[in-house]
């Protein structure tokens, strides 16, 4: 059963603009929650966390945003570059736990 | 650059050879794990080691056989492995501040290794 869902499997946004990507989760014991960014033929890259105590966190052009009632994250990129095209991958956790359960992934296409 | 390095990038074998995949990490981190990921899924977990010992097996099948000979390396020993076999084989590690604490959830990944079984 698929704890952590992206139900987008491919966004494109102009370069420039915002790029939101959502996640959803279904398990209350999450509490860490991290995006990963994926390039063809290369692993996932960390991008941003943010902890449940959190409802925001920012770091440059990357803000995660987490709603905790509603169980429902978000990354926001602004402004888009080409370079951001990849496959985006949310991921949560919960205390004590060292595996992380990953979402399906959403695909960015930046168009210059 | 991540600072996870798995060799080889790409390998293919026959489903009766042995061979092994190598990771290893500078980090000073205590856990480290294989993750699996066949195409357009998400990473799956395979193994996980804590301070050099295996602490999770997610049931993977014995033709895979995880090696930590250090604190900075792990290998995946593969064995007998069947076509559906074929993905990519992900290293990561987390740090851990002592052994049976909880390893820090961000964890960091390699670039992978390609693997095709023929």
């Known amino acids: 059963d698929q704890q952590v869902k992206q139900n987008s499997p491919s966004l494109s946004v102009q370069e420039g603009r915002i790029s939101i990507l959502n996640c959803d989760y279904t398990n209350s014991m999450f509490d860490y929650f991290l995006w990963y960014k994926k390039y063809p033929a290369e692993g996932p890259t960390f991008l941003i966390s943010i902890s449940s105590i959190k409802d925001k966190n920012e770091d440059g052009r990357f803000t995660v945003f987490l709603n905790k009632s509603a169980k429902h994250l978000s990354l926001h990129i602004v402004p888009s570059q080409p370079g951001d095209s990849a496959v985006y991958f949310c991921a949560a956790s919960g205390q004590g736990a060292n595996n992380l359960f990953f979402g399906t992934g959403t695909r960015l296409t930046v168009i210059p | 650059d991540t600072e996870v390095t798995q060799t080889p990038k790409h390998l293919v074998m026959g489903m009766t050879n042995k061979k092994s995949l190598k990771c290893e990490q500078h980090?000073?981190?205590?856990?480290m794990y294989w993750y699996k990921q066949k195409a357009k899924k998400p990473p799956e977990l395979m193994f996980v080691?804590?301070?050099?010992?295996?602490?999770i097996n997610e049931s993977v099948p014995s033709r895979f056989s995880p090696e930590c000979p250090n604190s900075s390396l792990l290998n995946l020993h593969l064995h007998a492995l069947q076509p559906e076999d074929s993905a990519l084989y992900l290293c990561?590690?987390?740090?851990?501040?002592?052994?049976?604490?909880?390893?820090?959830?961000?964890?960091?990944f390699g670039e992978g290794s390609w693997l095709t079984v023929v």
């Open positions: 980090m000073g981190h205590r856990a």
């Open positions: 080691y804590s301070y050099e010992k295996l602490s």
């Open positions: 990561a590690s987390s740090q851990q501040e002592r052994q049976g604490a909880s390893p820090r959830n961000t964890i960091y």
